[in-house]
């Protein structure tokens, strides 16, 4: 799916977001500028904040607002990866690791041939 | 970069999971069946707790164990999703909504042109 | 100790911040009246908030930042109990309660006899 | 009122338990010692639990379950104190701190001529 390629597009604007903090003049026009410019203290802060609201919209069970919050959950996450030097690659990665000690790779090669997702 | 798939075929296993879980004698098969079973507090309770050992691995500046907390924050929040009948899809779709809002299309297709990320 | 006396003197004050709520000319005096105001979500970001503030005054092993932040975290707790009708005393209730199921008050009552705290 | 007093003695039985730990023959008997044993973040882990479920008890509206909850994160807020060599009373100074600051003794003081809390 073609829209997978939000988070490679979203990578690379928080990369260079990250480059434009050091100019002090850019910092101001950006939020994730002024957020790295924070610090890590700043950054958990807001992923902590996105966790809660997450858990309240679930508990709401309001779906649309559900998806809000995640969002904003896996944006502030990257944030803080890229605050380390980190980023998306890494978190796939990651998790692809997982589906070979899990097996979830051949399960879900096995479904691929004739269930639909 | 095709290790993108790894989200798709993650939210094909998720979507599988909730069905196995109609049937009760697969559930202790699976660590994702279970949590689907034990319902909405456990499952926020998990990105709670995510989110936290995220925190504290950004503290502790430690990139490798980070990273492992991030996949783990973006997984429970995927199964939380699909306990609402949602998915990445909807993830994805929010965040490039969001691209046309803040103009972060523009900027990243103008420095895709010449500037590194 | 005397100083306990400082739950009791916020307790009240926390209920007599919920009724000046209802007055809504005298709502924009008070940071708690506000807090009421906004409702249960805005107290539980709060709560979840200083939750993190905690855990990252722990990480950097800076007490009296944790003390400041533990703090926080039982006042925005006891301003989420008055929002239900609750309060102090039954925190301390429940702290009570406890006592006889763990054995602490027989273990407390042994230790006071002879033992330092 | 006397139930105060809980709070100082579960700060004796914290500290107690510490000391304890340092023996690590009992270090299995009890609960507070295990946490204390496992360091840090085991115990700022708890404490991300007991607020995350803090919150789903008042998404849920169930008081009696919030009361419970908000003495699981006051109990392992003072374990996470203790882990640091601090306690209930620099809590209490810290809330009393703030009562000089923000005026709240003197209308503390006035309500307490007349209005009921």
Known sequence: ????????????????????????????????????????????????EEAAETIMAAKD???EHLVKEVADVWFHTLVLLNHFEGGVSDVLA??????????????AARSATGESS
């Not at 597009?9 to 410019?37: C, G, I, P």
């Not at 990651?94 to 399960?107: D, N, P, Q």
């Open 61 to 63: 069970g309001d779906r």
């Open 94 to 107: 990651e998790l692809e690791r997982r589906e070979g000690v899990s097996g979830i790779t051949e399960k």
């Open 1 to 48: 799916v073609s829209s997978l390629d939000v988070l490679q597009r979203l990578q690379h604007t928080l990369r260079e977001r990250k480059t434009a903090q050091a100019d002090s003049s850019l910092v101001a026009s950006s939020y994730v500028a002024n957020l790295y410019a924070k610090g890590t203290d700043a950054i958990c802060k807001k992923v902590a």
